[in-house]
């Protein structure tokens, strides 16, 4: 049963069948009969664990398991301390108030720029967020920054757990060791 870690690019689906002109995981020669353990949004980036062991891909994706997930977003303007320690508590959203999530401003990653590139005003300056959630709702790291005033320009997903983008450029993949899958 293979397990794969994925850097989803910009654009792509979270699923094997394309749709409305997007890309999905099946241009990327991703061996057959694993799916998604959790998703991305096809304007959000970065690591998607790929399984057929239904066992991992509920301890992945489910939030009473609680396993860390860490956000890289690009925001327009500088954030506040004021705005991060309100993400920190939990921000009431249309569906309920969100966990406690780790949150904090940092350096501007070591990362490839976007296909296409964000939307930039000269006038408008960015910063990057580190935001990491135990819990997994539909948008929420955008709904969570736009809660607080800071819109997203670019959200990627650094890690699931223990697993990282480390060594992964957009598109790429790569089978996980047995070794590493006894550390999950």
């Known amino acids: 049963m293979p397990t794969i870690l994925f850097n989803k690019p910009y654009g792509v689906l ?5 749709a409305d002109g997007h890309r999905a995981l099946s241009d990327f020669g ?4 694993v799916y998604p353990a ?3 949004d096809a304007d959000s980036e970065g690591l ?3 399984t057929s062991d239904g066992r991992l891909q509920s301890y992945i994706s489910e939030p009473r398991h609680k396993q860390p997930k860490t956000y890289w977003a690009q925001v327009e303007r500088i954030i506040t301390e ?3 320690e309100k993400l920190r508590i939990g921000i009431m959203l249309k569906d309920g108030i969100t ?3 780790g949150a904090e401003k940092m350096e501007e990653p070591d990362i490839p720029p ?6 930039t005003r000269k006038t408008v300056p960015v910063c990057w967020v580190r935001i990491v959630l135990k819990e997994g709702r539909n948008r929420q790291v ?3 920054l736009a809660a607080v005033g800071f819109p997203v320009l670019r959200l990627i997903r650094y890690s699931i757990g223990n697993f990282s983008l480390d060594g992964l450029k957009p598109g790429e993949w790569r089978e996980l060791s047995r070794e590493e899958l006894r550390k999950i």
Request: aromatic share 4%; proline share 17%; glycine share 6%.
């Open 99 to 101: 966990l406690p999530c």
């Open 30 to 33: 991703l061996p057959g009969k």
């Open 14 to 18: 979270s699923q094997f069948t394309p």
């Open 142 to 144: 955008r709904r969570m």
């Open 114 to 119: 976007r296909t296409p590139p964000i939307r």
């Open 48 to 50: 998607l664990l790929l």
């Open 38 to 40: 959790g998703r991305l």
């Open 82 to 84: 004021e705005a991060l």
